[in-house]
């Protein structure tokens, strides 16, 4: 069995039957691709796989649509290729095999691009949304997609209208990676209005589908592709979702896969935020407002942390240390011994307290004695 033969089969049944197909996929795992086409073309299949592909199993244009991929620069990715991204889909693998709906690895990726697809989803998140977005949503992924580019992890979004273009956008300012998965075919220009970035995409990254050219876009085709988004991605990030927005969609795959969900809080006024907040409510993302944030719920464990700004505002000393404070000169030095005279704290407490001081950088040691490091005064907070 070559290559050849196997890419060819696969392309045939990528057709064949409409995706997830669970019967078919069973098939293909137990007596491998080659005979699996096979057997549906002679119509010899158990009856759950006929019914899965006997409406177009007269279709073979197989070597046609591997054709078609090559003159747009594409390809055909396959399980048994290098470039399979193994670990991101086991996911999908596991999911199946415990009942979960988002479940089921595709049969085959087509895959417009240069880039490896298994070397792009190494490291991955997903930013999606509502195609109805605010200008704030919209802004938001847009720096998401700049800042997550920008640290070289690839931005995975849907190429629609509102977060996803925004995401990818800015992915592709920062000169960064990014992966758009579509619910059609990767030759076919959907939306129409971003075929000029669907082009961009496939320059600087990959756009990415199972269905097979010419494939047209159908509202069920939208949420078979979402568990791919999910897939693909160490995480996802809902920056904008409506109460019934395809982007809750995406969460629940996300969730179900195990992988990290995101949420982006909004004006609690906002609808387009809405379901941003019932994700956030009930415990089933992490609220998330900046990019670091992303990575650190997402990447390495004990490595990509936040870093966080040290606070150096300790607010006023107490009780004795106000005292021993206010006792300092601003411009001279004094000894411990006058410090206390002063501030009527005993010697031996203000000797432990002065270092006190110069730590919470209060306090400075000169030739003359301690002298306060700088003015403050805290009016009516003591």
Not at 179 to 198: E, F, S
Not at 203 to 211: A, D, F, K, N, T
Not at 330 to 341: K, R
Request: hydrophobic share 45%; with cysteine.
């Amino acid at each position: 069995m070559t290559t050849d033969e196997v890419r060819l089969a696969r392309a045939y049944l990528s057709r064949v039957a409409e995706p997830p197909a669970a019967a078919l996929a069973a098939l293909v795992a137990e007596v491998g691709p080659v005979r699996a086409a096979r057997m549906v073309r002679a119509g010899e299949v158990p009856s759950a796989v006929d019914s899965q592909t006997s409406a177009r199993r007269a279709v073979d244009r197989a070597e046609q649509d591997l054709a078609t991929m090559a003159a747009l620069g594409g390809r055909l990715v396959v399980p048994e290729d290098d470039d399979w991204p193994r670990w991101p889909l086991n996911a999908l693998a596991v999911a199946a095999a415990n009942g979960l709906r988002c479940g089921l690895e595709p049969l085959a990726l087509w895959v417009r691009g240069g880039h490896s697809l298994a070397a792009l989803t190494e490291r991955a998140v997903a930013v999606v949304g509502s195609r109805a977005a605010s200008g704030y949503g919209q802004h938001v992924a847009g720096e998401f997609g700049f800042g997550l580019a920008e640290a070289g992890v690839t931005v995975v979004s849907g190429a629609a209208y509102g977060i996803d273009g925004a995401a990818h956008r800015g992915a592709i300012t920062a000169g960064g990676l990014t992966i758009a998965v579509l619910a059609c075919g990767v030759d076919v220009a959907y939306p129409a209005g971003h075929r000029a970035l669907l082009d961009r995409i496939a320059r600087q990254g990959l756009v990415v589908s199972e269905y097979p050219p010419a494939h047209t876009p159908a509202r069920h085709r939208f949420l078979t592709r979402n568990r791919l988004i999910a897939a693909l991605a160490e995480g996802t990030v809902v920056v904008e979702a409506g109460q019934r927005s395809g982007a809750k969609n995406t969460a629940a795959s996300t969730v179900a896969l195990g992988r990290v969900l995101m949420a982006v809080p909004g004006p609690i006024t906002s609808v387009s935020s809405s379901g941003c907040h019932e994700l956030l409510r009930w415990g089933n993302a992490l609220p998330v407002t900046s990019v670091p944030e992303i990575i650190e719920s997402t990447g390495r464990l004990g490595v990509d942390l936040v870093e966080t700004t040290r606070n150096t505002d300790t607010g006023p000393p107490q009780g004795d240390a106000m005292r021993v404070f206010e006792a300092l000169g601003l411009s001279s030095g004094h000894s411990p011994e006058s410090i206390s005279v002063e501030s009527g704290v005993e010697l031996p407490r203000v000797r432990a307290l002065l270092p006190q001081l110069e730590l919470a950088g209060l306090a400075t040691r000169v030739e003359s004695g301690w002298k306060r490091s700088q003015e403050m005064s805290w009016r009516g907070d003591t």
